[in-house]
C-alpha cells in the first residue's frame, strides 16, 4: 500500500481495505476530504467511504473535523439526511462510512434546468424539516449549498456534510431555542462556509444559530427556483457587498407566495426570517397546496396488484382503486392524489418512500386482487411514506358483487386512519347498481376509457351500454357514455353539436338516477357551455359539482377551462389549475390545460416552462410541442413557433387542431404559400368529413385575412367548435377587437 508520512494515502486506496470496508472506486474530492464507493464485507451492503485526501491526513483540525461529521450527523436519524453507519482509522487513514446515495447532487439538478415547481417546492419542504431536525438536535450546519444536497434516483433529497455543523448549548427547537447563539467553531470571528450561501452574520464572522441556516436555504431555494445563485460577482469582495447590502433580484416568473417565502428567508436581520425550519416547511407545504393538509393527511392510491395469471380481472384491479379514489376525495380534509399521477407512479418501480416523495403525499394505499370464479380476495394496507412502515392491512374475501360495497369499507377505514373521527367528514358515497355484473362491466369501460384512443373509446362505450342493459338504473354507466362523446365532440372526431347533444342526453340521464354525482353535474356544466351557451346553468352546474366534491381534481379542471376561462377570467384559472397540476403531477393533461390558460393569460414564458415539463414527462406528447410553438407565437416570435408546431402536426397524426395553428404561424412568419397549401389541404379534408371552423379561422388570421377569420369564426359558433371558446383571451384577435363584427361574435356566445 501508499504511504504519505507513514501512513496510507487516499489517493491510492482504490482496490484496498480499510478496515472491514474494500474500496471499489472514487466518487469525488474536495478540498476537505476524497468519498469512494466501498463494499462493507461484514454487513455486505454499500456504503461511502469518505477519508481526509493527501497532506491533510496529518492536520489535527481536519481529523477533529471528520470526527465531528460522523459525531454530528450520527446524532440524526432522519429520511432527508445521509446515515453514517462507522467511523474509524486503519493503516492510519481515518475514516467516516457513510450511506451511499444513488442519484445526482442538487447542484447538478438545477444545471441541467429541467426542475419544475412543484419538484422545486417539495424537495425545499423536504430539506426544511430534514433542517428542523438537525436544528432540534442542537446543530447548525453553516454549509448548507447545492452540492451538499443529494438528489436519489426516486427523487429524495438527503443533506450531505456536516463537517462544518457545531453544536449549540441547547436544542435549536422551535420559538426561542433555535435563536440560541452557538459560539465559533473554529474561534470567534473566523469565517467557515461557502460565501455565496452565508448568512450575513456568518460572513462577517459573528456567532450564528439555525436561523442562518435559513438565510443559506434561501440562497439554495433561489438558485432552485431560478436556475442561477441569488449572490453572485465577479470577486468575492462585491459577492460580501451584496450579500450584506443589496437583495437578490426578484423572481416574477414564480408564484407570488413562493417569493415571499424565498424573501424571508434572505432578510439580512436574523430577526426577520422564519425563526425556524419548521416554520418554514410549514410555509412551503402551503405554496404546494394553499389551504389544505399535507402532513398526515394526503394519500396516494395505486392500482390495485393483479394476481391471476391472465388479464382477467385486471379492469378491476383499476377500478377498485379509482373508485376508492373518488370516495376518499368527499372528505375535505383529505388531499387525494389524482388517478393519472398516482397509476403512473406506480408503475415506476420505486419503493414506497420515493413514490410518495414524487408525489408529495405521506401515505400510500396498495394491494393485490385474486379473482377465482365467483370470488375475489382483495389485500389492502396503507403505508407510511417517510419509512414505509404499515399504518393499517387487511385481508377481505368476498364474492364479486360486493366489490363496490367493499370500496366504501376501504375508504372507510383509510378515512379513519388518518382523519381519527370521520363524523366530522360527509358520508362516503355508494353507487351500487342492482346487478354486480353492471358494475363489472363499468369497471372495464373506465379501463378502457383510460387509455384514450379512438379504439379504446368505442370499446368503452359498448362497456357502458353493456352495463346499462344489464342495469339501466346505473347511473354511472351514463355518465361514462356521456363522457365518451364529449370527447368525440371536443377533439371533431365527430360533428360537436351532435356529439354534444348526445352526451347531453346522457349526464341528464345519470343525473335523473344520481343527482349527488359530481362528475356528472361538472360534465353538463361543461356541455351547457359547448352547446347552449348558456352561462348561468353552468355557473350553477358548476357550484353544485363543487359543493358535491371540492377535492375532486377534474371537477376543478372543468370548472376553470369551462366556467372561468371563457369570460376571461384566465388569472383565476391559472391559479386553479396549479392546484390540480399539484394534485396530480403527471398528468400530462393537467399541465396541458395549465400551459394553455398560462397562454391565454399573457404568461409565455410561464406557458414555455409548462410545455417542458410536459415534455419531460413525455418527450413525444404533441400537445408539449404545441404549446411551445403557442409560447412563441404569444411572444410573437412565428419562426420559432414554426418548428415546434411543425413537430406537434406530425405526432398527432396531422390532426385539426394542431394545423390551424400550424398555418397560423407560417403566415404570420411569411411562409404564406405554405400557409395556402394547409387552407387547400383542409378544404379537401372537410368534404368528406367534419373539420373544425376554427381551423380556417386560424390560418387567416396568421395571412391577415380578417374578412375570412370572421365568416369562419361565426361558422365555429354556428357548429359549436370549442376552439371558439376563448375568443376573449385569443392574443391574435386583439387587433379586431373594436370590430363591430366581434362584439356581434360575443353576443351570439351570451358573452357580450
Same mark, same amino acid.
Given at each position: 500500500?501508499?504511504?504519505?508520512?507513514?501512513?496510507?494515502?487516499?489517493?491510492?486506496?482504490?482496490?484496498?481495505?480499510?478496515?472491514?470496508?474494500?474500496?471499489?472506486?472514487?466518487?469525488?474530492?474536495?478540498?476537505?476530504?476524497?468519498?469512494?464507493?466501498?463494499?462493507?464485507?461484514?454487513?455486505?451492503?454499500?456504503?461511502? /467511504?469518505?477519508?481526509?485526501?493527501?497532506?491533510? #491526513?496529518?492536520?489535527?483540525?481536519?481529523?477533529?473535523?471528520?470526527?465531528?461529521?460522523?459525531?454530528?450527523?450520527?446524532?440524526?436519524?432522519?429520511?432527508?439526511?445521509?446515515?453514517?453507519?462507522?467511523?474509524?482509522?486503519?493503516?492510519?487513514?481515518?475514516?467516516?462510512?457513510?450511506?451511499?446515495?444513488?442519484?445526482?447532487?442538487?447542484?447538478?439538478?438545477?444545471?441541467?434546468?429541467?426542475?419544475?415547481?412543484?419538484?422545486?417546492?417539495?424537495? %425545499?419542504?423536504?430539506?426544511?424539516?430534514?433542517?428542523?431536525?438537525?436544528?432540534?438536535?442542537?446543530?447548525?450546519?453553516?454549509?448548507?449549498?447545492?452540492?451538499?444536497?443529494? #438528489?436519489?434516483?426516486?427523487?429524495?433529497?438527503?443533506?450531505?456534510?456536516?463537517?462544518?455543523?457545531?453544536?449549540?448549548?441547547?436544542?435549536?427547537?422551535?420559538?426561542?431555542?433555535?435563536?440560541?447563539?452557538?459560539?465559533?467553531?473554529?474561534?470567534?470571528?473566523?469565517?467557515?462556509?461557502?460565501?455565496?450561501?452565508?448568512?450575513?452574520?456568518?460572513?462577517?464572522?459573528?456567532?450564528?444559530?439555525?436561523?442562518?441556516?435559513?438565510?443559506?436555504?434561501? %440562497?439554495?431555494?433561489?438558485?432552485?427556483?431560478?436556475?442561477?445563485?441569488?449572490?453572485?460577482?465577479?470577486?468575492?469582495?462585491?459577492?460580501?457587498?451584496?450579500? /450584506?447590502?443589496?437583495?437578490?433580484?426578484?423572481?416574477?416568473?414564480?408564484?407570488?407566495?413562493?417569493?415571499? #417565502?424565498?424573501?424571508?428567508?434572505?432578510?439580512?436581520?436574523?430577526?426577520?426570517?422564519?425563526?425556524?425550519?419548521?416554520?418554514?416547511?410549514?410555509?412551503?407545504?402551503?405554496?404546494?397546496?394553499?389551504?389544505?393538509?399535507?402532513?398526515?393527511?394526503?394519500?396516494?392510491?395505486?392500482?390495485?396488484?393483479?394476481?391471476?395469471?391472465?388479464?382477467?380481472?385486471?379492469?378491476?384491479?383499476?377500478?377498485?382503486?379509482?373508485?376508492?379514489?373518488?370516495?376518499?376525495?368527499?372528505?375535505?380534509?383529505?388531499?387525494?392524489?389524482?388517478?393519472?399521477?398516482?397509476?403512473?407512479?406506480?408503475?415506476?418501480?420505486?419503493?414506497?418512500?420515493?413514490?410518495?416523495?414524487?408525489?408529495?403525499?405521506?401515505?400510500?394505499?396498495?394491494?393485490?386482487?385474486?379473482?377465482?370464479?365467483?370470488?375475489?380476495?382483495?389485500?389492502?394496507?396503507?403505508?407510511?411514506?417517510?419509512?414505509?412502515?404499515?399504518?393499517?392491512?387487511?385481508?377481505?374475501?368476498?364474492?364479486?358483487?360486493? #366489490?363496490?360495497?367493499?370500496?366504501?369499507?376501504?375508504?372507510?377505514?383509510?378515512?379513519?386512519?388518518?382523519?381519527?373521527?370521520?363524523?366530522?367528514?360527509?358520508?362516503?358515497?355508494?353507487?351500487?347498481?342492482?346487478?354486480?355484473?353492471?358494475?363489472?362491466?363499468?369497471?372495464?369501460?373506465?379501463?378502457?376509457?383510460?387509455?384514450?384512443?379512438?379504439?379504446?373509446?368505442?370499446?368503452?362505450?359498448?362497456?357502458?351500454?353493456?352495463?346499462?342493459?344489464?342495469?339501466?338504473?346505473?347511473?354511472?354507466?351514463?355518465?361514462?357514455?356521456?363522457?365518451?362523446?364529449?370527447?368525440?365532440?371536443?377533439?371533431?372526431?365527430?360533428?360537436?353539436?351532435?356529439?354534444?347533444?348526445?352526451?347531453?342526453?346522457?349526464?341528464?340521464?345519470?343525473?335523473e338516477r344520481d343527482e349527488s354525482s359530481a362528475e356528472a353535474h361538472a360534465l353538463l356544466g361543461m356541455l351547457r357551455k359547448e352547446l347552449d351557451y348558456n352561462w348561468p346553468e353552468v355557473e350553477r352546474e358548476f357550484a353544485l359539482a363543487r359543493k358535491l366534491n371540492p377535492g375532486s381534481a377534474i371537477v376543478r379542471l372543468r370548472y376553470a377551462v369551462c366556467g372561468l376561462m371563457p369570460h376571461g377570467r384566465?388569472?383565476?384559472?391559472?391559479?386553479?389549475?396549479?392546484?390540480?397540476?399539484?394534485?396530480?403531477?403527471?398528468?400530462?393533461?393537467?399541465?396541458?390545460?395549465?400551459?394553455?390558460?398560462?397562454?391565454?393569460?399573457?404568461?409565455?414564458?410561464?406557458?414555455?416552462?409548462?410545455?417542458?415539463?410536459?415534455?419531460?414527462?413525455?418527450?413525444?406528447?404533441?400537445?408539449?410541442?404545441?404549446?411551445?410553438?403557442?409560447?412563441?407565437?404569444?411572444?410573437?416570435?412565428?419562426?420559432?413557433?414554426?418548428?415546434?408546431?411543425?413537430?406537434?402536426?406530425?405526432?398527432?397524426?396531422?390532426?385539426?387542431?394542431?394545423?390551424?395553428?400550424l398555418g397560423r404561424a407560417l403566415g404570420c412568419a411569411g411562409r404564406t404559400d405554405e400557409a395556402r397549401e394547409l387552407l387547400a389541404r383542409a378544404a379537401t379534408l372537410s368534404r368528406d368529413a367534419y373539420w373544425p371552423p376554427m381551423v380556417f379561422a386560424f390560418i387567416h388570421t396568421g395571412l391577415g385575412e380578417w374578412d375570412s377569420a370572421f365568416e369562419w369564426m361565426d361558422k365555429a359558433i354556428e357548429t359549436?367548435?370549442?376552439?371558439?371558446?376563448?375568443?376573449?383571451?385569443?392574443?391574435?384577435?386583439?387587433p379586431v377587437r373594436s370590430d363591430p363584427r366581434f362584439a356581434v361574435l360575443l353576443q351570439k356566445m351570451n358573452l357580450g
Amino acid at each position: 500500500m501508499a504511504r504519505t508520512g507513514g501512513a496510507l494515502s487516499p489517493g491510492a486506496l482504490t482496490g484496498k481495505t480499510i478496515s472491514h470496508y474494500a474500496v471499489q472506486d472514487r466518487l469525488g474530492s474536495g478540498g476537505m476530504a476524497v468519498v469512494y464507493r466501498a463494499q462493507d464485507l461484514r454487513l455486505g451492503r454499500p456504503v461511502a /467511504l469518505k477519508v481526509l485526501p493527501p497532506g491533510l #491526513v496529518a492536520d489535527p483540525d481536519r481529523k477533529r473535523r471528520l470526527i465531528r461529521e460522523a459525531c454530528a450527523a450520527s446524532a440524526l436519524n432522519h429520511p432527508n439526511i445521509v446515515t453514517i453507519y462507522d467511523i474509524g482509522q486503519s493503516d492510519g487513514v481515518d475514516f467516516i462510512a457513510m450511506e451511499l446515495v444513488s442519484g445526482r447532487t442538487l447542484e447538478a439538478v438545477v444545471q441541467e434546468g429541467n426542475l419544475r415547481l412543484d419538484e422545486a417546492l417539495r424537495l %425545499a419542504a423536504a430539506l426544511a424539516d430534514a433542517l428542523a431536525a438537525a436544528h432540534a438536535a442542537g446543530l447548525v450546519h453553516r454549509d448548507l449549498k447545492p452540492s451538499n444536497v443529494m #438528489v436519489t434516483t426516486g427523487g429524495r433529497p438527503k443533506i450531505l456534510d456536516f463537517g462544518l455543523a457545531k453544536p449549540a448549548a441547547e436544542p435549536l427547537g422551535p420559538g426561542g431555542a433555535e435563536a440560541a447563539t452557538v459560539e465559533a467553531m473554529t474561534g470567534t470571528g473566523v469565517i467557515v462556509g461557502t460565501l455565496p450561501y452565508m448568512s450575513p452574520e456568518q460572513a462577517t464572522g459573528r456567532p450564528v444559530d439555525g436561523r442562518s441556516d435559513i438565510f443559506s436555504f434561501g %440562497a439554495l431555494l433561489y438558485e432552485m427556483l431560478s436556475g442561477r445563485r441569488a449572490f453572485s460577482a465577479d470577486n468575492p469582495a462585491l459577492v460580501l457587498a451584496a450579500i /450584506l447590502g443589496s437583495p437578490p433580484a426578484p423572481l416574477p416568473q414564480i408564484p407570488r407566495d413562493v417569493w415571499t #417565502v424565498v424573501d424571508r428567508c434572505l432578510c439580512k436581520r436574523p430577526e426577520e426570517r422564519y425563526q425556524s425550519a419548521g416554520d418554514l416547511k410549514n410555509a412551503l407545504e402551503a405554496c404546494l397546496a394553499p389551504g389544505r393538509q399535507t402532513a398526515d393527511a394526503s394519500i396516494a392510491v395505486l392500482p390495485f396488484a393483479n394476481m391471476n395469471r391472465s388479464q382477467e380481472g385486471e379492469h378491476l384491479c383499476e377500478g377498485l382503486a379509482e373508485e376508492i379514489i373518488n370516495a376518499l376525495t368527499l372528505i375535505p380534509e383529505l388531499r387525494v392524489m389524482a388517478r393519472t399521477s398516482s397509476f403512473l407512479v406506480g408503475g415506476m418501480n420505486l419503493d414506497v418512500c420515493e413514490m410518495c416523495t414524487r408525489l408529495g403525499v405521506s401515505t400510500l394505499l396498495e394491494g393485490s386482487v385474486r379473482l377465482a370464479g365467483t370470488r375475489v380476495r382483495v389485500t389492502a394496507q396503507l403505508v407510511r411514506g417517510c419509512d414505509g412502515s404499515h399504518l393499517w392491512s387487511e385481508r377481505y374475501d368476498r364474492e364479486l358483487a360486493d #366489490v363496490f360495497a367493499l370500496e366504501d369499507e376501504i375508504a372507510g377505514k383509510i378515512a379513519a386512519r388518518l382523519q381519527g373521527d370521520l363524523a366530522k367528514s360527509p358520508a362516503l358515497r355508494t353507487r351500487r347498481p342492482a346487478d354486480p355484473s353492471a358494475y363489472q362491466a363499468y369497471l372495464e369501460g373506465r379501463y378502457h376509457f383510460a387509455r384514450g384512443t379512438g379504439e379504446a373509446l368505442t370499446r368503452a362505450r359498448a362497456c357502458y351500454e353493456r352495463a346499462i342493459a344489464l342495469d339501466p338504473e346505473f347511473a354511472l354507466a351514463y355518465d361514462g357514455i356521456a363522457e365518451v362523446f364529449w370527447y368525440l365532440g371536443f377533439y371533431g372526431a365527430m360533428p360537436p353539436r351532435e356529439a354534444f347533444s348526445i352526451s347531453t342526453w346522457n349526464a341528464l340521464q345519470a343525473l335523473e338516477r344520481d343527482e349527488s354525482s359530481a362528475e356528472a353535474h361538472a360534465l353538463l356544466g361543461m356541455l351547457r357551455k359547448e352547446l347552449d351557451y348558456n352561462w348561468p346553468e353552468v355557473e350553477r352546474e358548476f357550484a353544485l359539482a363543487r359543493k358535491l366534491n371540492p377535492g375532486s381534481a377534474i371537477v376543478r379542471l372543468r370548472y376553470a377551462v369551462c366556467g372561468l376561462m371563457p369570460h376571461g377570467r384566465t388569472e383565476e384559472a391559472v391559479e386553479m389549475l396549479r392546484g390540480v397540476v399539484a394534485d396530480d403531477p403527471l398528468s400530462l393533461f393537467a399541465h396541458w390545460w395549465l400551459a394553455a390558460i398560462l397562454g391565454l393569460d399573457r404568461q409565455p414564458e410561464a406557458m414555455h416552462e409548462e410545455a417542458d415539463r410536459m415534455l419531460e414527462l413525455d418527450s413525444n406528447y404533441f400537445f408539449g410541442h404545441w404549446a411551445r410553438g403557442t409560447a412563441f407565437d404569444g411572444a410573437g416570435r412565428p419562426e420559432e413557433a414554426v418548428p415546434a408546431f411543425e413537430r406537434a402536426f406530425e405526432l398527432s397524426g396531422h390532426s385539426a387542431f394542431t394545423m390551424g395553428y400550424l398555418g397560423r404561424a407560417l403566415g404570420c412568419a411569411g411562409r404564406t404559400d405554405e400557409a395556402r397549401e394547409l387552407l387547400a389541404r383542409a378544404a379537401t379534408l372537410s368534404r368528406d368529413a367534419y373539420w373544425p371552423p376554427m381551423v380556417f379561422a386560424f390560418i387567416h388570421t396568421g395571412l391577415g385575412e380578417w374578412d375570412s377569420a370572421f365568416e369562419w369564426m361565426d361558422k365555429a359558433i354556428e357548429t359549436r367548435d370549442p376552439f371558439i371558446m376563448p375568443i376573449k383571451s385569443y392574443h391574435f384577435l386583439d387587433p379586431v377587437r373594436s370590430d363591430p363584427r366581434f362584439a356581434v361574435l360575443l353576443q351570439k356566445m351570451n358573452l357580450g
